[in-house]
């Protein structure tokens, strides 16, 4: 068998550009995503059920649907529905974060949840507001317990902006579809697209275990 | 309380308004009546104690005492006044009481300096300097000024528990809640933390403590209130209760817990 991987080597900037594309838009889809989805798990643990009700229906909604679905229609039917039209790059990021969030949602009111109703109970005799409580006492312990899952859900972020080429928006994966298509070499090219996924990802999963291992005692009540 | 009245004429701190005055209290769990129209009182200085078998409605009671938990009828009053029912009124009652947990619920996220600073600091909007001062004093009378900068998860039960009852003392309560303070502690510690109690009722404290160490209420209490099935069977000082109780129920509670006399 032949093997090339000079046009690897010679498109490294174009292919570059496309890592950064997908650096940018994984950690602008965290970002969005964490406000939204923690905003929503917090609401959904103490707000009123006029509230909670339609959050709920957004998270099991966007649970029940693929993320390529998401993405293809946010850029393909929301500007026909709407008339607003976004440009690639931003309704990837819309199409992940909103997707992302009801992930994150469901964490954060999983990890408020699993705080012993006790560290409450303590809470309150001391004679803290229900808000201090909350943001004293539960939030700190429920944000060092959810972040295995948070950590899962960062690398799952990652990945899925791969599928961000189907409108194209030039990060890793278009970039490397191009760069196989023109040169004939697929097998050279996707390999190391998959080897810089790879390395891209297997220290973000083992850093955030490495962190959770550091302050798991801070959340063990 | 005029059915206690004549009787309680010796008991401590009869000379002065009690701080707390259960009246006619109930309090339902859905279908369960955890309390059944309990009435009683704790005086100032006194050291009552709750006794009776597992959800016979002590800890209840003591939850219906800072309005943890919201009463069906009857009146809880402190210093005077029935505890106020809305949310936002009770933190101010509460903040007068100590508490102290079986499961110590300690904030781990904190240092056992921080978990004692911070109802000063955050209730009290004292000055973290000046809270922590009063922490690290609170922290040397409990005997564990070494362990300031340790976290909950490095403590051993009876030092967790014992930063528990540094962090309620930290608000100056005017009367401690204990429920049932030793019950998760192993054997060699309790010792540690029944001193500090011990220590705290020579001072003067106020304290209602739900717990199963009859030689601790026997020799620290000043009056015993005995429970069962949401009720009180019997009440009095105990010496009355423990070496000639009146009513059935607390003999069989007593000898089923082998309680044969404080012979020591």
Same mark, same amino acid.
């Given at each position: 068998m032949d093997i090339d991987f000079s046009p690897v080597l010679d498109n490294w900037r174009f292919l570059g550009f496309g890592l950064m594309m997908t650096i940018v838009l994984s950690v602008a889809s965290m970002a969005a995503a964490s406000v939204v989805g923690a905003s929503i798990g917090i609401a959904r643990s103490y707000g009123p059920r006029p509230l909670t009700i339609p959050l709920a229906f957004y998270v099991d909604t966007m649970r029940a649907i693929p993320v390529l679905v998401v993405l293809v229609w946010t850029f393909f039917a929301f500007p026909i529905a709407t008339g607003i039209t976004l440009p690639p790059f931003w309704a990837a990021l819309v199409a992940l974060s909103a997707h992302i969030a009801a992930y994150i949602a469901e964490i954060v009111r999983a990890g408020i949840a699993s705080v012993r109703p006790g560290q409450a109970r303590a809470a309150l005799a001391l004679g803290m507001s229900r808000a201090q409580v909350v943001r004293k006492i539960i939030l700190p312990q429920a944000i060092v317990r959810m972040l295995p899952a948070y950590g899962s859900i960062l690398s799952i972020t990652i990945k899925d902006t791969a599928i961000a080429t189907v409108i194209a928006v030039p990060e890793l994966m278009r970039q490397s579809e191009t760069v196989a298509a023109q040169s004939f070499r697929p097998m050279e090219v996707f390999t190391t697209t998959m080897l810089v996924f790879f390395l891209l990802l297997f220290p973000v999963t083992r850093g955030v275990d490495a962190i959770y291992r550091r302050v798991a005692h801070l959340g063990r009540s | 309380m005029s059915a206690v009245g004549g009787r309680d =004429?010796?008991?401590?701190? =009869?000379d002065r308004p009690p701080i707390v005055v259960y009246e006619g209290v109930v309090k339902r769990f859905g279908a369960f009546t =955890? $309390?059944?129209g309990v009435s009683a009182q704790v005086n100032r200085g006194e050291v009552v104690c709750l006794i009776g078998p597992?959800?016979?409605?002590k800890s209840t009671l003591l939850r219906c005492t800072n309005a943890l938990e919201a009463i069906d009828s009857g009146r809880v009053v402190f210093d005077g006044a029935p505890l106020p029912r809305r949310e936002s009124e009770a933190r101010h009652v509460r903040r007068r009481m100590g508490m102290v947990f079986q499961n110590f619920e $300690?904030?781990?996220?904190?240092t056992a300096l921080e978990n004692v600073a911070v109802g000063r600091s955050t209730? $009290?909007?004292?000055a973290d300097g000046t809270a922590k001062v009063r922490a690290r004093a609170l922290l040397a009378k409990v005997g564990l000024a070494d362990k300031a900068?340790?976290?909950?998860? %490095?403590?051993s039960g009876g030092q967790q528990q014992r930063v528990a009852i540094a962090r309620a003392l930290a608000m100056d309560p005017e009367v401690m809640l204990f429920d049932?303070? %030793?019950? =998760? $502690?192993?054997p060699e510690t309790i010792g540690e933390v029944l001193g500090v109690m011990k220590q705290l009722a020579d001072e003067g404290m106020t304290m209602v403590v739900v717990t199963h160490e009859m030689t601790f209420a026997r020799r620290v209490g000043n009056w015993v209130i005995v429970f069962d099935h949401g009720r009180i069977v019997e009440q009095g000082p105990p010496a009355q209760v423990f070496?000639?109780?009146?009513e059935v129920r607390t003999r069989e509670f007593l000898s089923h817990l082998g309680w044969g006399g404080d012979s020591g």
């Amino acid at each position: 068998m032949d093997i090339d991987f000079s046009p690897v080597l010679d498109n490294w900037r174009f292919l570059g550009f496309g890592l950064m594309m997908t650096i940018v838009l994984s950690v602008a889809s965290m970002a969005a995503a964490s406000v939204v989805g923690a905003s929503i798990g917090i609401a959904r643990s103490y707000g009123p059920r006029p509230l909670t009700i339609p959050l709920a229906f957004y998270v099991d909604t966007m649970r029940a649907i693929p993320v390529l679905v998401v993405l293809v229609w946010t850029f393909f039917a929301f500007p026909i529905a709407t008339g607003i039209t976004l440009p690639p790059f931003w309704a990837a990021l819309v199409a992940l974060s909103a997707h992302i969030a009801a992930y994150i949602a469901e964490i954060v009111r999983a990890g408020i949840a699993s705080v012993r109703p006790g560290q409450a109970r303590a809470a309150l005799a001391l004679g803290m507001s229900r808000a201090q409580v909350v943001r004293k006492i539960i939030l700190p312990q429920a944000i060092v317990r959810m972040l295995p899952a948070y950590g899962s859900i960062l690398s799952i972020t990652i990945k899925d902006t791969a599928i961000a080429t189907v409108i194209a928006v030039p990060e890793l994966m278009r970039q490397s579809e191009t760069v196989a298509a023109q040169s004939f070499r697929p097998m050279e090219v996707f390999t190391t697209t998959m080897l810089v996924f790879f390395l891209l990802l297997f220290p973000v999963t083992r850093g955030v275990d490495a962190i959770y291992r550091r302050v798991a005692h801070l959340g063990r009540s | 309380m005029s059915a206690v009245g004549g009787r309680d =004429a010796g008991r401590k701190g =009869a000379d002065r308004p009690p701080i707390v005055v259960y009246e006619g209290v109930v309090k339902r769990f859905g279908a369960f009546t =955890a $309390l059944d129209g309990v009435s009683a009182q704790v005086n100032r200085g006194e050291v009552v104690c709750l006794i009776g078998p597992s959800g016979s409605g002590k800890s209840t009671l003591l939850r219906c005492t800072n309005a943890l938990e919201a009463i069906d009828s009857g009146r809880v009053v402190f210093d005077g006044a029935p505890l106020p029912r809305r949310e936002s009124e009770a933190r101010h009652v509460r903040r007068r009481m100590g508490m102290v947990f079986q499961n110590f619920e $300690l904030f781990p996220h904190m240092t056992a300096l921080e978990n004692v600073a911070v109802g000063r600091s955050t209730v $009290l909007s004292e000055a973290d300097g000046t809270a922590k001062v009063r922490a690290r004093a609170l922290l040397a009378k409990v005997g564990l000024a070494d362990k300031a900068d340790n976290y909950p998860s %490095t403590l051993s039960g009876g030092q967790q528990q014992r930063v528990a009852i540094a962090r309620a003392l930290a608000m100056d309560p005017e009367v401690m809640l204990f429920d049932e303070p %030793t019950s =998760a $502690l192993d054997p060699e510690t309790i010792g540690e933390v029944l001193g500090v109690m011990k220590q705290l009722a020579d001072e003067g404290m106020t304290m209602v403590v739900v717990t199963h160490e009859m030689t601790f209420a026997r020799r620290v209490g000043n009056w015993v209130i005995v429970f069962d099935h949401g009720r009180i069977v019997e009440q009095g000082p105990p010496a009355q209760v423990f070496d000639a109780p009146r009513e059935v129920r607390t003999r069989e509670f007593l000898s089923h817990l082998g309680w044969g006399g404080d012979s020591g």
